[in-house]
């Protein structure tokens, strides 16, 4: 059917411009997730369900060469339902984003059960399967999940500024002017690029066991991109973000940084244009010293130690994908409890302090805890969820999390850090009689296992009799992760987290924000350099 | 699940809607309905598991409108989208978002105008769009069983692993425009991936298999071949660092490719200044053996589409031909940018592609389709190990990425299965997995290229969007470097 001009007329009055849905709508629809996941239980062969229904309001703007690139408001709402159900209960999962004109309880009501009656019938099916398979596969088991205590909280998003009272032209401005300001630096710039996001989540947990958790935060990140190349030179490439948890104060210094987007932009630009001018970094084939400061360490700490210490890496679940950990081989066969650094380092995941890994609750209703991974050395635990806690014998930790309440939780990392020490960084670089410091992760490759790894850094310095001398561009550092563990021998007291908003995992793969940071380490690794 | 016709009438109502408006110069409205289907796998022998460990979906559906304003005397551009509201009331909403959103962008040239006809018709599965709960379930155990079958016959049962997932993509989409472009497209796309282990031996091994139809779609092959490849590979040996000849199997080109080459040939790296073949159009960049082309008309491939999500016809893309540089794979909007600085790019490669879907709530960004890689004077698979004579078959590699940034070149990644020693033209003894790590730069591998093989298969790797029609390649002087001395 083709509509009239006099109906789109009257369609165009009716239509506020800013989207109906708006995080408050979590308020009118919480009894009526509470009785769709009651029912759930109530279906045959039921032994657990969990919805997740989640708002996000999100605002961002993009530019580059100082020209703009567009921008825009959006809200969405999207949930995520869990059954675990049949004779050998097995998992089923549906999730699905939802219009504007589906939000009253009436429609969400229909749409979740509709949800519920897919997610049911999965799992169904698969536990019937899996009890056939039983013979050829002995090891498949009926789910079970570890004993967590219920909970009905509510948490509110921190902020001082609140994102939803940012004007789109101040976003848009904000972007035009850095990326045009970098671009202007020099003429070796070749391109500049900044794009800007912030808005408020809000996700309602509830459960069959009477769990139901309504959590908020807000998120604001700017990204800078920069490519910056002498006349018939390689060209240098630097991307970096600020971000935390909090509103648009953030962009004004509010950050690990504590620093403005604009400077952090612009220091990022004069950065890679020194580096156009600098030697390229020669590889080593024999280990030397390195310090590394505390933005390589996020990156180190993120692929070395918060990969590996993910349970459900550990239980093989990742094997096609994101791999295994080389913790772990089997019950009989690990690094629990043994030496796999050195005594000097400590190493845990905590949500429960500031940083892009911060929350309450995991997605599984879980309170997320402290997790040592690393005490003195000696391998002490896994980050896990429910079902992976209950295989290991471990308690629940909360580190279950999922990038968009219609994906499916997996084990995420938090703010996982490597714990602060005691040395002066100065002291640590004025230590080294030859040797190199490493600033600033960029760009990593790890082994299957994470045995091994290759991490570039922005920009490497040579250190004579403990000085920094020599600048150098493309290099990185090599090792064995153990080796390189092991050898640490100083640790520094200038401990910070950073933003990482980028870590891959899963099938389909989920984009997720979490924290990762550390101190100035000093330890062996080869230097990498360009090939 | 909505219906294409209700996508084509609210994209043609849509542009009823606009071209009513007064300060309307152009418009493109793009309507999408997708689902995502994951049967993950994960089956271990020695720990508690579910062999399926969860059948799961995500599905979406909504509105992507782009609007020309006239604003004084500039124009102005605005994106609006809506999601779950396929109807002309989402339209008008999606409009006045892109009103609100408008800002004034002076690279934008034009939206794109139609262009020849479309090659594929009703291409699609009606058997996919309509598959049960219960035989996706299904599927998944099939894979599971092809594996766990293969190791009870060769009488391995302990310490097995495996993994991976199947797959099942459901897309319709529906596209009008001022300037006359009028289209949709349904496509289904079947993949699994399936790797198995026996771990306590170190090995891995790698199944495949993809489709755009349920009937020849065999996830219990893919099973199969994984746990062949694996109990093939027991008793693998460490290599010392040096340079090596190499053959690199289908999924370490498919790996290259999607991670390295094909992002280094798109016109947005180019607009960046990010890709090592800057201003190297025209000139030798590869061994004249290496021809390479995007190729979205492809029957049975899973990267084939009818038209882009610009609404332009899939077609071929010519990108290196004999080892020269002649093409970059291109939208509508960076083709138009940047055609004073090249010569313009058919821009048939504008995709929406976000979650496994045709996203309404994105612009089109440059995504490839099917990517093939020809050979000049092509030989068979088994002649390439004759070729290198001494060296490696690189079956697998993981996590490969641009270590220095894209316009460098150098590049990283791991050996993790499927590979062995080759001596005298012939496969020797197996490799270790995870005791090697590729270091290069994509350049030399390019240019060493010293042989293609002429069987093709279609390949795709963990995280990519693209099909790659990958044959065996050999390549001489590849520098290796022996690592995880600590893993006995």
Known sequence: MRYTALCIILLLRRIPIASRIKVELIDTLKETVTKVVQHAGSLKNCKYADIRLGIHETKYANAEDGKAKGMGEDASISFGIRVLAGEMSAWGYYGQSIGEGETNPKSIHKVLTLGIKKAYARAVANANKKAEFKSLAPSLTAVSLARIDICNDIINAVYDEDPRNVSLKDI???????????????????????????????????????????????????????????????????????????????????????????????????????????????????????????????????????????????????????????????????????????????????????????????????????????????????????????????????????????????????????????????????????????????????????????????????????????????????????????????????????????????????????????????????????? | MIGLETLRDCVRNGIDFVKKQKDVIDAEIFASWNEHITVRLNYTSDIPCNGVHEPKSTQFSGIGLFVVFKAGKEIKVGFGSVPNNVTTKGVVEAFQKARKNKVYDPDFKSIPVPMEKPVLENYHDPAVMDISDEAIVDLGWRGLKGALIEYNQKHFDKSIIVGGDITVIKQRMAIASTKGIDDFDESTVLTTNITSMIENERVKGTGWNTSTHLASFDTEEAGRASAESAIKTIGGERISSGTYNVVFGRQPVTDLFTNIVIPALSLSSVNSSDTPFMGKLGKKIASELLTVYDDGTIKGAVGSKKISCEGIPTGRTDIIHNGFLVGFLANNYLSRKLQNVFVSFPPRNGFRYHNGGRNHNIQPRICPTNVVIEGKDEVPSHSLLSKINDGIYIGRIWYTYPINGLAAGDFTSTIIADSYLVKGGKIDKPLKPNTVRINNNIADILNNIIAVSKDKKQTIVWGGEEVVLAPEIAVQGVKLDSISGFIS
């Open chain 1, 172 to 531: 848009l401005t904000i972007c035009t002017k850095i990326s045009g300001d970098m671009r202007s630096i020099c003429k070796d710039v070749q391109y500049a690029h900044i794009n800007v996001h912030t808005g408020i989540n809000r996700e309602l947990f509830c459960s069959t066991e009477g769990s139901c958790i309504d959590q908020s935060y807000t998120l604001t990140q700017g990204m800078v991109s920069v490519v910056a190349q002498k006349p018939g030179g390689i060209p240098e490439v630097c991307y970096d973000y600020v971000g935390d948890l909090r509103g648009w104060e953030v962009l004004k210094g509010k950050n690990v940084y504590k620093q403005s987007f604009g400077d952090f932009a612009l220091l990022r630009t004069r950065e890679t244009l020194e580096l156009t001018e600098a030697e390229f970094l020669p590889a080593t084939t024999e280990p030397v010293v390195v310090v590394t400061n505390p933005h390589f360490n996020a990156l180190l700490a993120h692929e070395i130690v918060g990969h590996p210490t993910e349970a459900d890496r550990v239980l093989k679940l990742e094997t096609a994908y994101a791999g295994r950990s080389w913790l772990f081989r089997d019950f009989q066969d690990n690094e629990l409890g043994k030496q796999i650094a050195s005594p000097l380092l400590t190493a845990y995941s905590d949500p429960s302090i500031h940083g892009y890994g911060h929350f309450k609750y995991d997605m599984e209703g879980t309170p997320g805890k402290r997790v040592n991974l690393i005490e003195n050395g000696i391998l002490r635990g896994f980050m896990n969820g429910r079902e992976y806690a209950a295989i290991l014998g471990h308690p629940p930790n909360g580190s279950m999390r999922a990038t968009k309440p219609h994906y499916v939780p997996i084990v995420r990392m938090t703010n996982t850090i490597f714990a602060n020490g005691n040395k002066n960084p100065e002291e640590i670089i004025a230590e080294v009689k030859e040797g190199y410091y490493i600033v600033n992760h960029r760009i990593p490759s790890i082994s299957e296992s994470r045995e091994n790894f290759r991490i570039s850094a922005q920009k490497v310095f040579r250190i004579e009799n403990g000085k920094i001398t020599k600048l150098y561009r493309q290099g990185g550092i090599t090792a064995d992760s153990k080796d390189f563990l092991m050898n640490i021998d100083a640790v520094g007291n200038d401990f910070e987290v950073f933003p990482i908003p980028n870590c891959g995992k899963g099938q389909p793969m989920q984009v997720m924000r979490v924290g990762n940071g550390g101190p100035t380490l000093r330890s062996m690794a080869r230097l990498t350099g360009h090939q």
